[in-house]
DNA sequence: GCAAATCTTGCACCGAGTGCAAACATCTGC
DNA sequence: GCAGATGTTTGCACTCGGTGCAAGATTTGC
């Protein structure tokens, strides 16, 4: 299942987290766009071109590995019992994004970027389309609707929804200064749209 | 109500609509990203630090004016009748986004832009963003939620599942070649996600 | 130890966007 | 008609994020 990574992977990961924290120090010091990149590469001590080898774009340092992400909420929504409706298990797979991420603090200061940047806000809204893109198949399934090529818009309505839900409930788990409770908050804001 | 735009003003509304006119001429003709701003200025016949005094960014040629048309859908929402549900009342506020754009095959063009080139999308997003804090108040009410001064989550949600529901409409509708009913296909996405 | 694959770096370059200040046009009161 | 205030256009220099390329250092497999 796991195969072991290379020594020059394991590497590389510990080289692109090492880059990630500095960075994530950085900004919350300096705010993020005041931060440049010039000066994450200065305080890491690797070239400007090699930063760009490691990370696509200033914003992914925040982000995050969106696609493995993504992949993991897809199998947590794959792997759902059957009977599950669809808003069940959707809220079951979005769970593993809680388990991901370090400690409580940090999170807090992940989520403050978010709200202080309009270009991270842009890109994590466009991480969601792509998930939105990676789970609307087996939502369709699970709405009873056929199978087809093209996506189904009520299916990729229904992530959208979903997504859309947990960053309302994070941003008003920021707000309240990590006091509230993001599970609560996600369940109150799908009842209101569900009507 | 209307006070008379002055000369002035009516020039630069005339400017603005020739420029915007140009570009989507082009980005149709060879892409969004590959049309630089030089070109576009160059067709026009303005130079480049006039563009950008037109124009905040590049997006903004074919996102018009956001918060212009995010106000006239808070105002159809406000003047919707009491006894309409909040769905009820929100889908008829949005009915005003038919309205504006041009004829179908503009907005056939303007959807396939969003289509191909990701920091189009990523601003359009943006745009939902700054609609969902305008509308969210007048949602907040109708959900019966208490007057709170920091957003409610719920009504957040809910606008943003509403707005994905248009999205997802136009997104399909921009699939179909301007076959399928944006309005049919809106209501299905919304029915989708209330189970 | 050798050869191939990989990593790092510097360099030159592009495109979007901004601050500034000078030139130009336009509208006003007198 | 003139002077002055106000707004517009433009060029220039600059910042910042990001990319293509090629050469040199390093690691890996054998």
């Known amino acids: 299942m796991a195969d072991t990574p290379t020594l020059r992977e394991r590497a590389r990961r510990a080289a692109r987290a090492e880059i990630a924290a500095t960075a994530i120090r950085l900004f919350a010091e300096n705010g993020f766009e005041a931060t440049t ?44 019992p059957e009977e599950e409706s669809a808003w069940e298990a959707m809220r079951a797979a979005l769970l593993v994004l809680r388990q991901v991420g370090g400690d409580p603090a940090e999170q807090l200061t992940l989520a403050g970027l978010h709200h202080e940047a309009p270009s991270l806000r842009a890109r994590h809204l466009e991480k969601h389309l792509r998930w939105r893109a990676l789970l609307a198949p087996e939502v369709q399934r699970r709405l009873g609707l056929p199978a087809s090529p093209e996506p189904d818009p009520r299916a990729e309505a229904f992530v959208a929804a979903a997504l859309a839900c947990v960053d309302v409930a994070v941003d008003a788990w920021y707000r309240s200064g990590g006091k ?16």
Chains 1, 2 share one sequence.
């Open 37 to 80: 990149v010039d000066q994450i590469v200065a305080a890491v001590g690797i070239s400007r071109r090699s930063f760009f080898h490691y990370f696509g774009s200033k914003e992914d340092l925040v982000l995050g590995d969106v696609d493995a992400l993504g992949e993991s909420v897809r199998a947590a929504l794959e792997s759902r």
């Open 180 to 195: 509230d409770d993001p599970e609560r908050l996600f369940d109150e804001a799908v009842a209101a749209l569900r009507g």
